[in-house]
């Protein structure tokens, strides 16, 4: 009953393709490539192929989402990060905390790029920074907080960010936005469910009731005390997940005609609470699992 094969999405409409190739052809024209990630998944959020496509060039990796996440999982994830030799720095894009901080990072990150370039005699050329990242990991308001005004396409869905977006921040810095993009294949059924619990991929793709279920084993292991302050009840440690759905639906009253507990409102609940912080700072992934 609680089988991950149901989980296991292929994701890869044509648009992605076009823009893998937008990115491959600009890559060369950058200074640097800033990645964006879920701050609470930033292994799954993360797009193997970015490795190939940015090699040889500066990297910052921006953990987005902060707000959401469990503190002390993302100073680990900061703390691996580092050791790779990236350029690291944390932020909420949608309420800005944490922004202001990336103009400083990316000129750290360039000086000797700067110098270069004045010891060419290009005093003030403006360093160019690819922003890449998966659909919905907030990237567009990301690049509206940094340039202070509403200079990239956002939008819910894959894709909404199209053609090639030059963005001025300041004389100094511009930036280019691309098109989110996944990639072809998963490397694991948990890839897809963590995207989908995020809300990167959409969880209308997928049974929600599975996807419920699942993450309810995930909280019961690692943040058991959210369910027992948000739904009032203990997790049985017996239970598989539909049972806790079935719990925490009982506790919330969703019941329907006969006394049975609405299993897909009580999914849907959790979901979306989820999304909306009400469950607390949780992180879903950690560096050393």
């Not at 701050?39 to 060039?57: E, F, Q, V, Y």
């Not at 790029?113 to 160019?128: D, F, M, N, P, T």
Request: aromatic share 6%.
């Amino acid at each position: 009953m609680d089988s991950r094969e149901s989980l296991n999405i292929q994701w890869y409409p044509g648009h992605m393709t076009k823009a893998r190739r937008m990115i491959e052809e600009n890559i060369r024209q950058v200074d640097a490539v800033c990645e964006l990630l879920d701050a609470r998944i930033p292994r799954a959020s993360r797009n193997p192929d970015i490795d190939a496509l940015a090699a040889g060039k500066p990297r910052l990796v921006i953990l987005n989402r902060a707000d959401l996440a469990d503190p002390a999982v993302t100073a680990r994830w900061k703390k691996q990060f580092a050791a790779q030799g990236l350029a690291v720095l944390e932020c909420d894009a949608k309420s800005g905390r944490g922004v202001a901080g990336f103009a400083p990072a990316v000129r750290a990150l360039l000086e000797e790029k700067r110098k270069e370039y004045e010891a060419k005699g290009q005093v003030g050329r403006a360093l160019r920074v690819m922003v890449l990242g998966i659909p919905n990991v907030g990237k567009s308001t990301f690049i509206n907080r940094v340039a202070g005004r509403k200079a990239a396409l956002a939008g819910d869905r894959p894709g909404v960010t199209r053609g090639r977006q030059w963005i001025r921040v300041d004389a100094g810095l511009e930036l280019l936005d691309t098109p989110g993009i996944l990639w072809p294949k998963f490397e694991s059924p948990e890839v897809g469910e963590l995207l989908a619990i995020t809300n990167a991929v959409k969880a209308e793709i997928l049974d929600r009731e599975t996807l419920g279920a699942h993450f309810m084993l995930r909280l019961r292991k690692h943040y058991p005390d959210a369910l027992t302050e948000r739904y009032k009840f203990t997790p049985d440690p017996e239970a598989n997940g539909f049972e806790l759905l079935e719990q925490a639906g009982r506790r919330r009253g969703f019941l329907v005609s006969g006394g049975e507990v609405d299993i897909e409102r009580m999914a849907i609940t959790l979901l979306n609470e989820y999304h909306e912080g009400k469950l607390g700072r949780l992180s879903l992934e950690a560096p050393d699992e």
